[in-house]
């Protein structure tokens, strides 16, 4: 019976080394103006790696935002593959959808960007690894959201620029 447990402990901790999940926390994107936050994943030593690590960074006011992840590689194989991601409000109950998945020559990018509210943020980033010592790097950035003061400024002056072009023309006739 003893050996039965042994054996179940060994399993357990082998299957611990080809997967794990890890938690990366970006930070907080300043308000006052654009801003972007940046980090890279552990390098994942071994061939068979299931990478499933999550980002969190938060938003202190609207902004419209984008994610990017990138993994670059010197050979022509994807040193990732099922490289995708997926963006969630902080509690999970929010999808803001799955990303988008571009590969190149010597690298895969994933990216996602949108309108989101002020607050926290987590995007889940999964593959499996297929060559050794691996990683990829994650952006965040973001730009503040114009308050609707700000679009009745560009209007106002958009028709003053207006009413002095059309006055003249009127003069000039």
Known sequence: MKMKFIAAGVVMAAASFSASATDHLL????????????DVSQKFAQVGFAINDSWFFQLLTPSATSF?????????????TGFAGTLYSEDGKVNYGSFNSIIGA?????SWGGPLAAGTY???????????NTQYTATVAALPVPEPETYAMLLGGLALVGF?????IKGAV
């Open 122 to 132: 987590r995007v889940d980033i999964v593959g499996d690894t297929v060559a050794r």
């Open 106 to 110: 010597k690298t895969q990018e994933l």
């Open 27 to 38: 930070g907080i994107l300043d308000p006052t103006g654009s801003d972007t936050l940046s």
């Open 164 to 168: 002095a072009a059309r006055r003249r």
């Open 68 to 80: 990017g992840a990138q993994q670059t590689f010197s050979v022509d194989l994807n040193a990732i």
